[in-house]
């Protein structure tokens, strides 16, 4: 019976454990200690390599190719002199020996279109706005699953790690601003009220197209749940993307050139450790030694899945899902692509210690107290 309600709907089983960890036997929960003390020393040792790994890489860049920034920087500032995109965005790649070959190897004109409308002071005054609605927001979305005191610590941890809004090269960073839409996104989804949520999701994946897997992910719960208004309106934002992006390919080819220079690749293969060395590298965690930011990024996971309810299933399956794509697929030059996941996935941290607490009363038969959630 516990197997045909799980396949028929999933999300709705899951809601109904309320805290997930406290229906974990005591074998298993003895299980999952074990497994994240492993999890734990494998991240702090491997990540560590790659780090040094990459340090040599960037140390022995020869100095032929600006960084991704100034190129960006670039091609926004001949748009917004009057130069077709395209045509600016491709001569700038070509220049600086960056690939246009395949066309997503250029970034959507959307960022640079918005960035033209806007100088720095405004753009400041958008992303204090945007962080103080983002703690407003998920003060309220996390106000049936935690208590006071990890709602506060949540909210800290996602203003600092989005401060990043404030620098002045956020406009030309794409993963940046769509991982801040898609915090408030997540965030603002209600059952009854989720049109404003798949406007924000939708602008994300206008500004970044990495940003799909977190509609498709949507889309996948709307069928579950036979939602059929709302995984109508996510089918149509899906096939608007394709047509967009079937133009954006249009506008690339248009100037192409022969000899133009094709991507290596992405089927790197760097493993789970180039996530947590991009987290180690983009969020506050920057203060400390890569083998000790990148625990501490991993077990951000562990308070995701504790969370329970409709939110906490969505955040873990979205956070594992694009952890896993950029275990696979990301490059050591692409680390950034994390920031989609941010600044929502730090806040998993301010759960924890609940996570833990849940875990040791399992593992030692002690009866687990606290606020049951659906």
Not at 98 to 113: D, K, M
Not at 236 to 255: D, K, S, Y
Not at 308 to 316: E, I, Q, Y
């Amino acid at each position: 019976m516990m197997m045909t309600t799980i396949w028929r709907d999933p999300v709705g089983w899951w809601c109904s454990l309320g805290r997930p960890l406290q229906h974990l036997s005591p074998r298993a929960a003895m299980g999952v200690l074990l497994a994240l003390v492993l999890a734990l020393g494998w991240a702090s040792w491997a990540t560590g390599d790659l780090g040094r790994a990459d340090d040599a890489r960037i140390a022995a860049k020869t100095g032929e190719r600006i960084g991704d920034l100034e190129l960006y920087a670039r091609i926004h500032e001949r748009f917004h002199d009057g130069e077709n995109y395209y045509a600016a965005a491709m001569a700038e790649q070509r220049e600086h020996n960056y690939p246009t070959r395949p066309f997503v190897t250029v970034r959507l004109p959307t960022l640079a279109w918005i960035d033209g409308q806007l100088n720095a002071k405004s753009w400041r005054v958008i992303a204090t706005v945007l962080l103080i609605g983002m703690v407003l927001i998920w003060l309220s979305a996390f106000t049936p699953l935690a208590t006071m005191a990890e709602r506060a610590g949540a909210v800290v941890v996602l203003f600092l790690s989005g401060a990043g809004a404030y620098d002045a090269r956020a406009m030309v960073f794409h993963e940046l601003v769509a991982g801040l839409l898609l915090t408030l996104s997540l965030g603002l989804y209600r059952p009854q009220r989720w049109w404003p949520s798949l406007i924000l999701a939708a602008l994300a994946l206008a500004v970044r197209e990495l940003a799909l897997p977190f509609v498709m992910l949507w889309g996948a719960f709307t069928l579950w749940q036979r939602k059929w208004a709302e995984a109508l309106a996510i089918a149509g934002v899906i096939l608007a993307f394709v047509i967009a992006l079937f133009f954006h390919a249009q506008g690339v080819a248009a100037h192409a050139m022969p000899g133009d220079l094709a991507s290596p690749g992405w089927a790197a293969f760097n493993g789970p450790q180039m996530g947590l060395l991009a987290m180690a590298k983009l969020t506050p965690l920057l203060f400390l030694p890569v083998p000790l930011a990148a625990p501490i990024a991993l077990i951000a996971l562990l308070g995701w899945i504790a969370l329970g309810g409709r939110l906490g299933l969505f955040a873990s399956l979205w956070f594992i899902g694009f952890g896993i794509a950029l275990s696979l697929f990301a490059r050591t030059n692409n680390f950034y692509w994390v920031l989609l996941l941010l600044p929502a996935y730090a806040a998993g941290l301010a759960f924890v210690p609940r996570a833990l607490v849940e875990l040791v009363q399992r593992a030692t038969g002690a009866r687990a107290t606290g606020k049951q959630t659906s």
